[in-house]
């Protein structure tokens, strides 16, 4: 069912996203980056954001590239609230016997830095 709405929900995922995460995250997006940080795979319960997307001024090529797993865990701090709410408000109006969904969210770098993916469990209720 979650695919049906793929778009709605990725669309109204990233708009909250750009809504909701601080100043300080969202100055170093790339300029190119126009409207989608987070894509997801909704049915199978997969969100995948690449950092590389956050390299304004160089940022991910001179700072978070060399401290990858600490940026990672900076940003999910901020963000997994974020997509919590969310999701809970999107997914209730979907299906109201839909009671709990769990996601993992990938946090990549640039495929040709060779960073190990860093993964986080988040339970939306």
Request: charged letters at 20%; a negative charge.
């Amino acid at each position: 069912m979650l695919n049906l709405y793929r778009q709605l929900i990725s669309t109204n995922l990233n708009n909250t996203i750009f809504e909701e995460l601080s100043e300080e995250w969202l100055d170093r997006i790339s300029p190119e980056v126009r409207s989608v940080i987070i894509s997801g795979f909704y049915n199978a319960g997969i969100l995948t954001i690449n950092l590389s997307d956050f390299n304004k001024n160089e940022f991910y090529t001179k700072t978070i590239r060399h401290k990858f797993p600490h940026y990672c865990e900076n940003l999910y701090i901020q963000i997994g609230p974020i997509i919590q709410r969310c999701l809970r408000r999107m997914f209730l109006g979907f299906n109201p016997n839909l009671l709990e969904y769990k996601v993992v969210l990938f946090m990549e770098g640039n495929d040709d830095d060779h960073l190990e993916p860093v993964k986080f469990h988040l339970e939306i209720f």
